[in-house]
């Protein structure tokens, strides 16, 4: 919408943001009348169908007293949680709060609170249903005899819909918010019971399949260990053939500080020390005696020698001002724009085509780059591959962009593999420091011993794992984004 003329006694409770009128919507809305119910989601709270709740402020003396996720609107993307989300609480904090909470398979987890990330929402299923969610988080959950979850999943995730959760979002205080505005937003659900039907369905495998690989994900830290020491992939073909309830049951439950080792206390020879650092965790011994140990199927190689050798090629991004931002609607990635080993499908910020062909050439970002996370704290380590779906995209100066060269060593996937092990991923924890007000690995990345398998085989193999993996997930998600394009 440009402008339009709005008649004054159709204002309603003093809200005269114009957006929160936009006849565009109106008249999309009424142009489904024909093939779709308009259902109003406060009349399907009056009546039941649907039940609302919010989550709790559990208190920071909480983080991090366990491995039980507490799920933080930063924690959801791409519709679904993040594998490692970055607070973890204790069993007694969980069941202080299960209870009320009442999470279940099916239920709908809304982002109502935080700007960009309001209308991003995920499913619930039997992987997530240990969580305590916080209150910028609104619980949906949907009467099973009036629809499917799934078909509701989509439509949420509908442009129509999400158009309309932008139009009544508002700032409170000092964060944009959704509030009870939720209520006001109408869905249109298909009138085809037929087509309902199918697109329910549809949903329901692309998140099983995606749901599947975000187990493997979880484990993956483990698993590729233990691919490590024993010099074969079989770890990792008996994962994938375990049903889904005894993947469940195995499962490790984990968050970021899983990453950060558990030594106590050791010596260490004054002459050993290396530009004067100081740090302890910097010489974790256990990681040391763990290299080798793998010296005889591995070899441990660093990454700085494996740029010299010209097998990598790192880069960094560039900052391209905040007065870009809102330019276009191509993404410019930021260190808060991926997890599970992808890209969010809606990146928080988009550039325009002129300042993207400005970039283009000196960042030459290509399928099969891995983006890597050098700046921020808990974000440190975290690493996704580019897709054909991503390469159109500008990335930003915290972020390193590992390029594989055409060699018979190692290839991208078995890169993406070893930067997830336990074994890489508390490398970089050691290494990492804080310089002004922002924790980095900086350069030390470039001291990251990576354990490449001798074997050609095993290399062959756990590279071709990854790929089908990654692979696998990024159709189930392309699905998703179809199915919610064409529902209405």
């Not at 957006?19 to 259902?39: A, R, S």
């Amino acid at each position: 919408m440009i402008n339009y003329w709005f008649d004054s006694q159709n204002i309603r409770e003093r809200v005269y943001i114009p957006k929160y009128y936009d006849p565009n919507i109106e008249q999309k809305l009424c142009n489904l009348k024909k093939t779709h119910n308009l259902f109003k989601i406060s009349d399907l709270v009056k009546d039941g169908k649907i039940q609302l709740s919010t989550g709790h402020e559990i208190g920071k003396m909480a983080y991090g007293t366990g491995d039980i996720p507490f799920v933080r609107t930063s924690d959801m993307t791409n519709w679904e949680t993040k594998c490692a989300p970055k607070q973890g609480i204790s069993e007694d904090i969980y069941s202080q709060y299960k209870k009320s909470q009442d999470v279940q398979s099916g239920d709908i987890l809304f982002v109502r609170d935080g700007t960009y990330l309001i209308g991003t929402n995920c499913i619930v299923t039997e992987l997530d249903k240990k969580i305590v969610y916080q209150s910028h988080i609104i619980k949906i959950r949907i009467s099973k005899e009036f629809l499917d979850p799934y078909l509701v999943f989509i439509v949420l995730n509908s442009p129509l819909v999400q158009e309309q959760i932008r139009s009544v979002q508002f700032t409170a205080d000092t964060i944009d918010t959704i509030g009870n505005r939720f209520q006001e937003l109408v869905i249109p659900i298909p009138k085809d019971k037929k087509l309902c039907s199918q697109v329910s369905e549809k949903a329901k495998v692309a998140m099983n399949n995606r749901e599947l690989g975000k187990a493997f994900i979880k484990q993956a830290p483990v698993i590729i260990e233990r691919v490590l020491e024993l010099n074969t992939t079989n770890p990792i073909d008996e994962f994938l053939k375990k049903d889904w309830v005894s993947i469940l049951s195995d499962l490790k439950q984990d968050t970021v500080t899983s990453e950060f080792g558990h030594f106590e206390t050791f010596w260490v020879d004054s002459k050993n020390i290396k530009e004067r650092i100081y740090l302890p965790k910097y010489y974790d011994p256990e990681i040391t005696d763990e290299l080798s140990s793998l010296s005889s199927s591995c070899d441990c190689i660093s990454i700085q020698d494996l740029c010299s050798d010209n097998l990598l090629t790192v880069s960094t991004g560039d900052e391209i001002g905040k007065m870009a931002y809102g330019t276009g609607n191509i993404p410019f990635v930021r260190t808060s724009d991926f997890s599970n080993w992808e890209l969010k499908h809606d990146p928080k910020q988009g550039i325009s085509e002129d300042i993207y062909q400005s970039y283009k050439k000196v960042q030459d970002v290509k399928s099969g780059d891995i983006m890597l996370v050098r700046d921020g704290t808990y974000l440190i380590g975290t690493s996704c591959i580019i897709t054909d779906e991503d390469e159109k995209m500008l990335y930003c100066g915290g972020l390193y962009k590992i390029r594989v060269n055409e060699n018979d060593i190692i290839d991208q996937w078995l890169l993406l593999a070893l930067l997830n092990s336990y074994l890489v991923k508390r490398q970089i924890r050691t290494k990492q420091f804080t310089r002004d007000v922002i924790d980095t690995i900086g350069k030390r990345l470039y001291e990251v011993i990576l354990p490449i398998p001798k074997s050609k085989e095993v290399r062959r193999s756990l590279s071709h794992q990854m790929k089908h993996i990654v692979e696998s997930r990024m159709a189930a998600r392309v699905t998703i984004k179809n199915e919610s394009n064409k529902i209405c």
